[in-house]
Each structure stands twice: as structure tokens, then as C-alpha cells.
């Protein structure tokens, strides 16, 4: 996963690319003397304390202007890089995905707005343009629109809003290193520490659990059974 911003008061940075392979190798060797690196198939490393905490979406904890001042948002304070691809999908839909904002959004009732600058989703207002406030906090238009539509997953919702706020790590030898945001790995990432994100440690379901979904677009039914198992097995 990648998203890009710079870390001052306002943004943050989630990006593995930040540090370097040997920054993460050391995070895994230290997971394997206590214990806690768990491994799947096809030389999957997987983090289990990151993967073990709870998680789970709590847009209503984390909205601006309703969250603690310290808190943080993937919607409000994450900076979304995206991918060719990921781009052409958006500009098709935009026709819908603008209509349905502007019903629903006063930042879209006067016309289609600025969405990206270059490869990076714009935040007007301070939140995701692709973000809508509802009685229960920040929504995602995208992630609606797509369970209306009948479309499958990543139709429309870029990669980096589906895995937050897993990480995925490529090793030069063909290796993946799953993790998380989490007080380990913050600091690897350039994020804040993972207490200012609402959603991580909330709920009593592990962030593997919450996120069997997305694990399995990522690693096949298979490899996300293995991840859950291995995290249950762990939280015991």
C-alpha cells in the first residue's frame, strides 16, 4: 500500500517506501526472536501483533470536527496516491460519481469538482473529495456506489483506502511482509502513532478479522485463511 503525504500538523505519510527493506528486516527478525512472525504461502511474512490488534471502522470517532483534536482520519489526513489504472476507472465514472455527490455533498451541488492533482486524490474542505458526512460520521462514496452498483470491490475504491491500515512490504527476493499500522511500525511508515487513528484498537475483532475481505482479494482465499488463523491463534 502506498499513500503519500508530507508529515506535518495536518498531513501524514503512510508509505514502506519511506524506509528501507534492511529498516523492515530488522522489525521481522525481532518478530521471529519474540515469537510473533507468522508465515503463509508463497514466502509470506506476516506480522501478528500488528495484525492481532482490533480494528474496525469508526468513522464517527475520527470525523473532522468531531474527533478529538489529536485524533487522525485516512479520509481527512491520509494524501491517496493512485495508479494509472486506478485514474482511467475514476474519469470513466465520474458522470456517476458526480451525480450521485451532488445529491449528497454540498462541495459537489455546483458542478463536478477538482478531484485529483496529478496521481493524488485533492481533500477540499479538508477531507477526501470522495468522502461524504452522514448522522454516523465520514462515508466513502466510492466503496457505496460500488456495493449499489453490483460492482467488485476496487471497481471504483483505490487500493490504498481498501488496505488501510495494513501494510504491504516487498522484499528484493520476492518476500511480503504483512503488517499494519501500529506503535511497532509507525515510525517505519512516517505516520503518527497509531493510538492518533480511532479505528486501530477499536472493536473486539482483530484487524485480520475485520479485514478477511480484503485479505483475500490480496492473498486468495487460502492465504487469508492462513493469516486469520495464524492471528487467532496468536490473540489466544
Known amino acids: 500500500m502506498t499513500e503519500h ?64 483534536a489529536k485524533a487522525r482520519s485516512c479520509c481527512a489526513d491520509l494524501d491517496v496516491v493512485l ?7 475514476l474519469d470513466a465514472a465520474m458522470p ?21 492533482d496529478g496521481d493524488t ?7 477526501c473529495v470522495f468522502s461524504r458526512l452522514a448522522p ?32 504491504w512490504v516487498d522484499a528484493d527476493d520476492g518476500r511480503v511482509l504483512l503488517s499494519a499500522v501500529h506503535r511497532r511500525t509507525a515510525r517505519l511508515v512516517g505516520t503518527r502513532p497509531a493510538s492518533a487513528f480511532p479505528c486501530v484498537g477499536e472493536g473486539a475483532v482483530s484487524l485480520a478479522e475485520s479485514m478477511r475481505e480484503t485479505l483475500v482479494e490480496l492473498l486468495g482465499a487460502r492465504g487469508a485463511a492462513a493469516v486469520v488463523r495464524q492471528v487467532r491463534e496468536f490473540r489466544r
Do not use: Y
Open 121 to 127: 486524490l485533492t481533500r477540499p474542505g479538508r477531507r
Open 136 to 167: 454516523e460520521g465520514l462515508r466513502c462514496a466510492l466503496h457505496e456506489l460500488e456495493a449499489e452498483e453490483g460492482l467488485s470491490p476496487g471497481a471504483l475504491k483505490p487500493a490504498p483506502c481498501r488496505m488501510f491500515p495494513l501494510i
Open 96 to 116: 456517476l460519481i458526480a451525480a450521485r455527490l451532488a445529491a449528497q455533498d454540498p462541495r459537489w451541488a455546483a458542478g463536478p469538482l477538482a478531484w485529483r
Open 83 to 89: 495508479d494509472e489504472e486506478e485514474l482511467t476507472r
Open 5 to 68: 503525504s508530507s508529515p506535518d500538523a495536518d498531513t501524514d505519510t503512510q508509505d514502506p517506501d519511506a524506509s528501507s527493506w534492511s529498516d523492515w528486516t530488522a522489525h521481522a527478525l525481532r518478530l521471529d526472536a519474540r515469537g510473533e512472525l507468522g508465515r503463509g504461502p508463497k514466502g509470506l511474512l506476516i506480522d501478528l501483533p500488528a495484525l492481532a490488534q482490533s480494528w474496525t471502522c469508526a468513522s464517527g470517532l475520527c470525523t473532522p470536527g468531531r474527533r478529538d
